[in-house]
């Protein structure tokens, strides 16, 4: 359900910050980027066992509409095919594939809102959907965040290079089971979490094109 209610929050983002961007030399920002996800982890309340992902790369889309003067606003999509260790409960091996994705909206803040290099504050928040991929696994999703910064420049009027850092948060349910299978065996959880945030580190690199 939250994304469908992120969705709708979405939608009156670009229609709002599209009136208000009439004043400006471009209406858009759209930055299809690469990066590297760090970090992550839960704890499970009945063995005291920590259970961490994988660190790998990931890969999503910001785009940004003006708003008013040094401010934007930031629609933020990151995905990241990782691995839980040590989580045994539906797996022989201890461990299994799960994607991490991240729907946020927010706002950046330019420190200089002219000239070819151009250094931003960024903050979003949003939903972050937690996808097992053994069979028979259901997806969970949380209530997140992000913080960060970096650097835009523009070496062509409509092409830039963006250089970001953020840091991740989800609030993961507390004193709950996630990561849950069924199937004709039974069912079962991977983990009944303790209940605390779990952080990423995400490093960025990506292009601009502006419109």
């Known amino acids: 359900m939250i994304y469908k209610y992120l969705g709708a929050v979405l939608c009156l983002a670009v229609l709002s910050s599209a009136c208000l ?5 471009f209406n858009a920002q759209v ?4 990066g590297y996800r760090f970090g992550g982890s839960f704890e499970d309340n009945e063995t005291g066992d920590e259970f961490s992902l994988d660190n790998t790369s990931s890969y999503g889309l910001a785009v940004n509409f003006p708003y008013q003067q040094n401010t934007e606003w930031e629609i933020y999509y990151s995905k990241q095919s990782t691995a839980v260790d040590d989580a045994g409960f539906f ?13 946020q909206i927010g706002g950046t803040y330019l420190f200089e809102e002219s000239g070819s290099a151009a250094p ?35 070496p062509a009027s409509r092409l830039g290079l963006r250089v970001d850092a953020r840091l991740l948060g989800s609030f993961v349910d507390g004193d709950s089971k996630i990561f849950c299978s069924s199937g004709p065996e039974g069912g079962g959880c ?15 690199l990506g292009l601009v094109f502006r419109f």
């Open 120 to 154: 931003y504050f960024v903050a979003t928040i949003g939903g972050a959907r937690f996808s097992p991929q053994e069979p028979g696994t259901k997806s969970d999703t949380f209530f997140s965040f992000s913080a960060g910064g970096g650097w835009r420049f523009f």
């Open 91 to 103: 797996v022989s091996d201890n461990q299994f594939d799960i994607d991490v994705e991240y729907l």
């Open 190 to 204: 991977a983990i009944s979490n303790s209940g605390k945030l779990l952080y990423q580190v995400e490093l960025q």
């Open 31 to 34: 930055t299809p980027f690469a």
């Open 21 to 25: 961007a009439q004043d400006h030399r």
